[in-house]
């Protein structure tokens, strides 16, 4: 077949082409489910008529906002609304907006238009101010005689508070499976915000990371190569909000986000990524460039400072209760990686080493010092709590090496062997030094803030797929916080990246090799609530049973909780 051509396979060609797709898919779909203990209905989930088991669109969706409608970024007194028009032609529109505090616009508290076209991918934000606080409204959008989908928001609350509640997530991989993490935080009805942590999308083309299966679902990345330019990063956007399921938690709560590394390429830092290649892919700056500008096109965030896009950090009070600063880990001014012959080494891990850069740590120790919020919530993507484990397993993470230690361990001392003694004193090493602890004097600095000014710390993560709890310690090995730390919504945990080790040995080996980990939770997608009080920060760890299915079961599965006070400030059982 000559390049660039395509040939139209005749009817009953293209049918039998599209049963054996089904049959393939069906049957694989089956072994996955059966494999993770799984019911399938009928129907793939329960969708409608097509093969993809998607559930048919909301009735109010229609084909000029079929992006949905997403809100984000909520303060006291304004909130972002947002949406996209899908041209049927190139050009410049018109979209009307409306406010009401309720579902049926008896009352209409606010209206306008906006002007959207190419040069925002016609995509379109609205900052509505003179808002009441702790209100719920609700809100939609009109272009020409269509109306959007109706999303609902909530202003931030002032004064005394008595509870806030957040659904924490990160590390949403379209062809990894189902969004049924972003489906159960839609309907829980008692969340005020959700958090995003970062990996609203992924870069990779179409045989990517953990897209083996993707055909299966339906999923398969779009476009098909990994995703360079503003255009790509556009498409790989609005593949992502055409999943009912990412569109139902928008126009359910307000979004407060920031980015991780695959919303631009995998272990970006502020001048490269290890999964860019200058030499084939062009420069990083553009890149970035690119990914930062689609990310903030078709996300609610309000973004500080216009002149300076990469410029995304801030903050919000919710009250005397709570005061979130969501941090930038990643692109702003973090310097590169170690690898682990150099961290072993020492090279660069002098107090000059960054990963927030001076600016933003100047900002965050300004923000902490005048918060007089009992909680002082920092949302970033990466862990912030010491994961440093044995050497011998951080140089080889394997079942063997796993084992030599723990039983090492767990010999009474005067029956070790020499060998069992020198595994059980060895040097440590971080298992990610993507994580804060590639950069230790960065942390210190922070905890440092944190303890001068007697703050009750909470540290929110992502990243890792995985959960943990863990005490957040300085050098010193004084308690200055607690980390919360989330799974994905459907990237694989190390049930992918270690299959040979099981979930239940990883999960009691990593708070054994870990002083400060509290909790592990190594193999189910899921999400986080983090309910505030001034008595308490109470996190509960939610899990959905598969991701390969859209009948899906969730389950709390840990609660743990901290205390205010100097006294206090350690992970306690709830």
Not at 76 to 104: C, H, K, Q, Y
Not at 112 to 117: D, R
Request: hydrophobic share 40%; aromatic share 8%.
């Amino acid at each position: 077949m000559p390049e660039g051509t395509a040939t139209v396979l005749p009817d009953h060609t293209a049918d039998a082409a599209l049963s054996r797709r089904r049959f393939i898919r069906g049957a694989m779909l089956y072994a996955m489910a059966v494999g993770a203990g799984t019911t399938l209905s009928a129907c793939g989930g329960g969708g409608g008529d097509d093969d993809s088991g998607d559930p048919p669109p909301p009735e109010s969706a229609s084909e000029a906002f079929k992006h949905g409608v997403a809100s984000g970024d909520p303060l006291a007194d304004r909130v972002i609304l947002w949406t996209r028009v899908s041209p049927v032609a190139p050009g410049t529109f018109m979209v009307g907006w409306e406010l009401s505090s309720d579902a049926n616009f008896g009352i209409i508290l606010g209206r306008g238009t906006v002007t959207t076209g190419p040069a925002q991918d016609y995509t379109v934000k609205v900052d509505v101010t003179g808002l009441q606080p702790s209100s719920t409204y609700y809100y939609r959008f009109s272009h020409g005689a269509e109306l959007s989908p109706i999303g609902r928001t909530k202003t931030l609350p002032v004064g005394s508070v008595s509870q806030v509640k957040l659904a924490v997530l990160s590390c949403a991989n379209f062809p990894a499976g189902y969004f049924n993490v972003y489906a159960d935080v839609a309907k829980r009805g008692d969340i005020d915000a959700a958090l995003h942590l970062g990996d609203y999308i992924y870069e990779y083309g179409l045989l990517g990371y953990a897209s083996q299966t993707a055909f299966v679902i339906d999923r398969e990345s779009d476009p098909r190569q990994e995703i360079l330019t503003l255009a790509d990063y556009r498409r790989r956007h609005a593949q992502y909000k055409t999943d009912p399921d990412l569109r139902a938690l928008h126009a359910a709560v307000p979004l407060i986000a920031v980015w991780d590394d695959h919303d631009v390429a995998d272990n970006a830092w502020s001048a490269g990524a290890g999964n860019h290649d200058a030499s084939s892919e062009g420069g990083f700056a553009e890149r970035r460039a690119a990914a930062v500008q689609a990310w903030q096109e078709w996300l609610p965030i309000r973004v500080p400072d216009a002149a300076n896009p990469l410029k995304i950090y801030r903050s919000f009070d919710f009250g005397t209760l709570a005061s979130l600063h969501m941090l930038d880990t990643r692109l702003i001014g973090r310097d590169e990686q170690l690898t682990l012959p150099a961290f072993l080494e020492g090279a660069g891990l002098g107090a000059g080493r960054q990963m927030l850069g001076t600016e933003q740590s100047d900002w965050l120790t300004a923000q902490m010092t005048a918060s007089s919020a009992t909680w002082q919530v920092l949302g970033q993507q990466v862990l912030m709590a010491r994961m440093e484990i044995p050497l011998s397993v951080a140089s080889s993470f394997t079942l063997e090496t796993l084992a030599e230690f723990t039983l090492a361990k767990a010999t009474p001392e005067p029956l070790r062997s020499d060998s069992q003694r020198e595994l059980v004193n060895q040097r440590r090493a971080p298992y990610n030094l993507d994580a804060w602890d590639g950069y230790p004097a960065a942390r210190e600095s922070v905890l440092a803030t944190a303890r001068g000014l007697d703050k009750n710390l909470i540290s929110l993560a992502g990243d890792t797929h995985n959960a943990w709890a863990s005490d957040l310690t300085d050098a010193a090995g004084g308690h200055v916080g607690v980390e919360f730390a989330t799974a994905s919504v459907s990237s694989p945990g190390f049930e992918r990246a270690l299959p040979l080790i099981s979930s239940a040995v990883l999960e009691d080996a990593f708070p054994d090799m870990v002083p400060d980990l509290r909790y592990a939770e190594c193999s189910h997608r899921g999400y986080v609530v983090l309910t505030l009080t001034p008595a308490e920060a109470r996190s509960e760890w939610v899990e959905v049973d598969t991701v390969w299915s859209r009948d899906y079961q969730a389950r709390t599965v840990k609660t743990l909780r901290t205390l205010p006070g100097s006294g206090n400030r350690t992970i306690l059982d709830a």
